[in-house]
């Protein structure tokens, strides 16, 4: 048996914030927990929103203590704010930062046995779903305002851990390209490129079906479409990056991901990479791993990502053409597929064992020990 987990509602287009107001109207909230980072705050981003709710003379209170890799502190604190506040729900606004750490907030506040958060990693029992969260990206990567995902960096420990469950899911998502247009190059190539990498290994993932396929390669074709103009901020790339990061988010929060994401989860809890450039660095070599365990589903992501002639090709073609292509991309928007100057010798072996222990990792097509991690680790240096 196969699940899927969507929002109840979503919201798509220029101008969508403009339906906040009246979705928390029509829901019955009183008081809203605005959740967003201080850098959107700061840059009058959040602003969009908020004008809205003072014009719908909706109350809410505003909570920033928000890393760009959310700590189990800025979760507790967030908690303690959101019972001060009085609030009935949650309005999310950010990249995966803002998101994350207010599923984590609703989770708690509705199951508040998982105060300690820690015990929230991997497929966590709540019995409750989350306070009701009206998510709006202003980044076109995560889609976790539409996944059943959330991840919190252990500061303590050195390590980021994912969470999954079902009661998190914004009740809301509302996808306004708009939004996301004033998010400079550098994090419009990260994120986007984190929006394929959510695509291409939830597509070739060991819990990949149909239904998921779907979503998966047409997550690709959009991406490959659009990100270069999204870096150039053109509206047309806005827009498909808009769109494809959340169709990505559509299939991979409900079938997994791999040892790409397991890997790039240490990176950043290491070296405070940014989690998109993480797994944009990894995926060719991380591709070209698992080629061989994929069947025919390379010559799907070469077509997609517009590399012609795919079906004249023999199986050892399509497969390094579907990694040159996706290699070209990276490159095109800015990233060097390299770790060299970040990875250190001496962390490789802590960094592959909590890559291997990682959530993500049991999804990949192949099977993999953590020799092998340390090994792709050390081909990027």
């Not at 939830?202 to 390669?217: C, N, Q, R």
């Not at 047309?236 to 994401?261: K, T």
């Not at 589903?297 to 996706?326: P, S």
């Not at 291997?356 to 991690?373: L, V």
Request: with cysteine.
């Amino acid at each position: 048996m196969n699940r899927f987990v969507l929002n109840e509602t979503s919201y798509h287009g220029a101008g969508a914030i403009a339906v906040v107001p009246d979705e928390i109207k029509n829901r019955g909230f009183k008081k809203a927990f605005v959740a967003s980072d201080p850098d959107l705050i700061k840059f009058g981003v959040t602003a969009k929103v908020t004008d809205l709710l003072d014009a719908a003379k909706i109350p809410y209170t505003v909570y920033s203590d928000i890393k760009a890799n959310p700590t189990i502190e800025n979760v507790q604190n967030g908690v303690a704010a959101f019972k001060a506040a009085g609030a009935d729900c949650i309005v999310a606004i950010g990249g995966g930062s803002s998101m994350d750490t207010s599923k984590a907030i609703g989770i708690i506040i509705a199951n508040p046995e998982f105060e300690d958060v820690r015990s929230l990693e991997g497929v966590a029992p709540t019995k409750n779903p989350s306070v009701p969260i009206i998510a709006v990206p202003t980044t076109a990567g995560t889609a976790a305002e539409v996944t059943i995902n959330y991840v919190i960096t252990d500061v303590e420990k050195k390590r980021k851990f994912v969470c999954v469950d079902v009661h998190d899911i914004p009740v809301v998502a509302v996808v306004d390209p708009d939004m996301m247009a004033s998010m400079p190059k550098g994090l419009t190539a990260a994120t986007g490129m984190d929006a394929l990498t959510h695509a291409i290994e939830g597509y070739i993932t060991k819990g990949a079906w149909e239904l998921s396929d779907m979503f998966h390669i047409k997550a690709i074709e959009i991406i490959a479409k659009s990100l270069r103009g999204a870096v150039e901020n053109t509206k047309e790339g806005r827009e498909g990056m808009a769109l494809g990061q959340y169709v990505a988010g559509m299939g991979f929060s409900n079938v997994g991901l791999g040892v790409d994401h397991s890997m790039a989860h240490t990176l950043s809890a290491y070296y405070d990479m940014p989690h998109g450039k993480a797994c944009a660095t990894l995926l060719p070599t991380v591709m070209a791993y698992n080629a061989e365990y994929t069947g025919e589903k390379y010559r799907e992501i070469a077509r997609a990502m517009g590399v012609k002639g795919v079906d004249a090709m023999t199986q050892a073609e399509y497969r390094k053409a579907a990694v040159d292509a996706v290699q070209q991309l990276a490159e095109d928007v800015g990233i060097q597929c390299s770790l060299k100057g970040v990875l250190k010798e001496e962390d490789i072996p802590a960094l592959a064992a909590d890559a291997y222990a990682d959530a993500c990792r049991p999804g990949n097509p192949r099977e993999c020990t953590e020799a092998d991690i340390a090994a792709l680790y050390r081909s990027l240096m």
